[in-house]
């Protein structure tokens, strides 16, 4: 009888958890996810999000090789080229992701998107790139073996290689790779000076302020720099100022943001602005992020995680602050633990 | 290239050094070498910023790695956390704590890197370039050997003195040195403490180098550490003196150095820059060996036609 009792009470006392806390769900102004994610490059968008805009790293490498052709063929000045960006970021969809989540993807952004998503390619043309003793030689100084930067490597390339043959020049690359071991970039900038080469192509912030320090003479163009006043290489996007100019591959924060709007269909929305709070290019795009939200009349909540063991309480609170949609940026912890982020978000 | 990789060489050297300190005198295998490099860089880049003295940047670089060694210290002792895993917990921590220490520099939170590029003019080098007027690369490679002397003159007088005889004396057999009533806590966290100041000072004059700091700088780093070390012992093995073992370390740290530039000058495929590094370290260290074989099998010879 008196274990009974004790069972009953238990099961009244849960009851009474349970019922409150829905009741607090209920008054908290706190919505039920799962949320529509918009994440800041197409990898996390093909796990996680539903739609978003993507920056090729192939494309700012083909940009990287014209800017480089310029200075070499041209006689261009990189004191006064202009930083470039991916000049048309494709916008992509993940109807799987919108499908389990259970949001319709409105059909004024389907119907942008544009069946090929990597539309440049350039085909290297081999004869113009020589082993040895071509017209020019390019020193590549690229950080790490990593597939995004290994594409804006082979972009420049192809590209480089095409604006050579068009000149009816050869150059000669020299290839060369830290191998992630942050002490050989400046050994590396230090050779490419010692050989003399017409032009350095760097890739990855450390591996260019290497570069940047190793010469004030030489050419250098970067690549897969998010933030490039920042990292001190340029003076100025529009105006670098020295011997050094390149390709920043920042996301289209702005244009991904206001994709948020288009996807809910409205301006009175509340966005989650999820990232991580120890990595420099993660706050200088919420930094953007949240300039556009206020140009746009957005509301926002941010919220900064540590590791990604934070991710549950993350969700958890910004349920709490009813948001409607949450916006990821190009972060390192978040894109690995993207697949982790997904599960959280449908609630497994 | 031979210049590059000498004045590198004389900065991994002051790395290398403080690294044998805690590997060789106090038989500590300290891993909080990977964040201590970065700590003095980061020190000392943030200060630079700030608008102090590179010198003094450097000197507060060196006492901020005293710091963290303390810690590693503390938690062996006190703790009787093994020592790797005290070292870890140093590295690891410190990798938060550079990026604070980052932060002040930029006012923003999460600074990860901090780029020396527009204070170019306010490094030691460009102090001593202007002083004496003698260009960049002759003022690393001038600071570098006078740094480098420096380190072994204050080594050798330290490991001279009392405490200091009682720091290697630890590392040779802790119980002995208990027994002869040494406080053996004591004069491990002062050993890891002056190993992780030289690794920190190396890690000032890096930043200042390459002009910027980046949080991820210091992987690698113990591995350069200890090749440089097993290079120049194998190089000096038959040295007796203290003063020319300790020299051993920086002609270790110089030839790895340019190992590396050698290697990437030689232009080969960029992907196996890491296995070439490891196969002329390899042949290196094996020359004595096979220098020894080759006598002895020439003894036997001769031994031979003598029978």
């Known amino acids: 009888m008196k274990h009974n009792c004790k069972a009953f009470l238990s099961l009244a006392l849960a009851a009474v958890l349970m019922l409150s806390g829905l009741v607090l769900t209920a008054c ?12 800041g490059e197409t990898g996390m968008n093909d796990v996680a999000g539903v739609a978003t805009y993507g920056v090729s790293y192939y494309n700012l490498g083909v940009k990287a090789g014209d800017m480089a052709a310029d200075i070499l063929l041209d006689g261009a000045d990189p004191s006064t080229m202009a930083v470039s960006l991916d000049p048309n970021p494709a916008l992509v969809i993940n109807e799987t992701v919108a499908g389990e989540i259970g949001f319709t993807i409105p059909e004024s952004v389907k119907s942008r998107v544009s069946g090929d998503t990597d539309a440049t390619t350039v085909t ?23 597939v995004a930067l290994d594409q804006t490597n082979q972009g420049f390339v192809d590209q480089l290689s095409v604006r050579m043959d068009a000149a009816g020049k050869t150059v000669t690359i020299l290839d060369e790779n830290a191998a992630g071991d942050q002490a050989n970039n400046i050994t590396i900038a230090e050779t490419f000076v010692s050989k003399n080469v017409d032009l350095i192509y760097a890739i990855a912030t450390s591996s260019s302020q290497a570069a940047a320090s190793a010469t004030t003479e030489i050419p250098v163009i970067f690549n897969a720099v998010t933030d490039p006043v920042g990292a001190g290489l340029v003076a100025s ?25 288009e996807l809910l269909g409205s301006d009175d929305i509340t966005i989650g602005l999820l990232y991580t709070s120890a990595e420099t290019n993660s706050i200088y795009q919420i930094e953007q992020a949240k300039a556009e939200c206020e140009a746009k009349g957005y509301k926002y909540v941010e919220k900064g995680i540590g590791d990604m063991n934070d991710i549950e309480a993350a969700f958890v609170s910004l349920k709490n602050a009813g948001i409607d949609a949450i916006y990821i940026p190009t972060d390192n912890v978040l894109a690995n633990g993207i697949a982790n982020v997904h599960a959280v978000n449908l609630g497994k | 290239m031979l210049l590059s990789g000498l004045c590198q060489g004389f900065i991994w050297a002051i790395l290398s050094l403080g690294v044998y300190i805690s590997y060789r005198m106090l038989d500590f295998a300290d891993l909080s070498c990977e964040g201590t490099i970065t700590t003095g860089a980061s020190v000392a880049a943030m200060l630079i910023w700030r608008g102090c003295n590179p010198f003094l940047a450097a000197l507060l670089a060196f006492i901020a790695g005293c710091l963290a060694g303390t810690i590693t210290g503390l938690l062996h002792t006190k703790l009787k956390i093994p020592p790797i895993l005290a070292g870890i917990l140093t590295m690891i921590s410190l990798y938060s704590i550079n990026i604070h220490i980052m932060n002040l520099a930029t006012g923003k939170e999460g600074t990860s890197n901090l780029s020396l590029l527009n204070y170019k003019d306010q490094t030691v080098y460009a102090a001593i370039d202007r002083l004496l007027g003698i260009g960049k690369t002759n003022a690393s490679l001038l600071l570098g050997l006078v740094i480098a002397a420096a380190v072994i003159a204050l080594l050798y007088w330290f490991f001279g003195t009392e405490i200091g005889c009682a720091i290697r004396a630890t590392g040779t057999n802790e119980k002995m040195c208990r027994a002869q009533g040494i406080n053996t806590d004591v004069t491990k966290i002062i050993g890891l403490a002056a190993s992780n100041g030289f690794i920190a000072l190396s890690g000032a004059l890096l930043s200042q180098y390459q002009s910027y700091t980046d949080v991820g700088m210091g992987v690698g780093s113990i591995v350069i550490g200890l090749a440089s070390i097993i290079i120049g012992e194998t190089l000096f093995a038959r040295a007796k003196h203290f003063a020319v073992r300790l020299l051993g370390i920086v002609v270790g740290a110089v030839l790895y150095r340019i190992v590396v530039a050698f290697v990437i000058f030689s232009g080969m495929p960029s992907t196996d820059l890491k296995l070439m590094t490891a196969v002329v370290v390899a042949v290196a260290l094996s020359l004595p060996i096979l220098k020894n074989r080759l006598a ?12």
Request: hydrophobic residues 40%.
């Open chain 1, 28 to 39: 908290g102004g706190s919505s039920t996810g799962p949320f529509p994610i918009v994440c």
């Open chain 1, 124 to 146: 290297r043309v081999e004869s113009a790139v020589v082993a040895d003793g071509g017209d020019y030689t390019v020193g590549i100084l690229q950080l790490m073996q990593h």
């Open chain 1, 237 to 261: 996007l529009e105006a670098p100022g020295a011997n050094v100019t390149g390709v920043s591959d920042i996301n289209p924060v702005a244009k991904q943001i206001d994709l948020i709007g």
């Open chain 2, 296 to 307: 002895l099998n020439a003894k036997k010879k001769n031994a031979k036609k003598a029978g």
